[in-house]
């Protein structure tokens, strides 16, 4: 019997080759898509205690973490499928919680981020995380588009 709840464990590369081969969960995301390379990106991500995937009924349906640069410096990302929208309050709340306490237990000072320019709804979560704008980067994104650096000192 499926009971529909989600539970957060540690992040695998399989999660991630499952996700990634997904559907993405926003349309503006789907441009991204030539550019995954599912079985390295997700091994990319992969890094001991520092990344989780959240499951329902035994789907991964997205995973979040951080891969560290240098020093006590970390780049975070999320991935996820449109399956997140099933649970979107469960998602950004066990996102929320796990961030936070993902880099304070490793001792990480910055995380950051780069949010494509024309997705707002990534860039309001990633205000919402306590992810401050610090400005435009152009020509980022693997296409070529604008990205917004991101970042939260802890």
Known sequence: MMDNMLYIVPYT???GKIILSYQ??????EADRKFINIEGDA????????????????????????????????????I??????????????????DFAR??????????????????????RFAEWLGLENEGLMKHYGFDGTDQYRYARIF
């Open 13 to 15: 590369k399989e999660h």
């Open 24 to 29: 993405m969960n926003h349309k503006i995301l």
């Open 43 to 78: 091994m990319n991500l992969e890094e001991n205690n520092l990344a989780f995937t959240g499951m329902v009924n035994k789907k991964p349906i997205f995973a979040a973490g951080m891969k560290m640069i240098w020093g006590q410096v970390a780049e975070g990302w999320v």
């Open 80 to 97: 996820a499928s449109s399956d997140m929208w099933n649970h979107p309050l469960s998602v950004a709340k066990a996102i929320k919680k």
């Open 102 to 123: 993902v880099a304070k237990k490793h001792n990480i000072k910055r995380v950051q981020t780069a949010i494509r320019k024309d997705f707002t709804q990534g860039q």
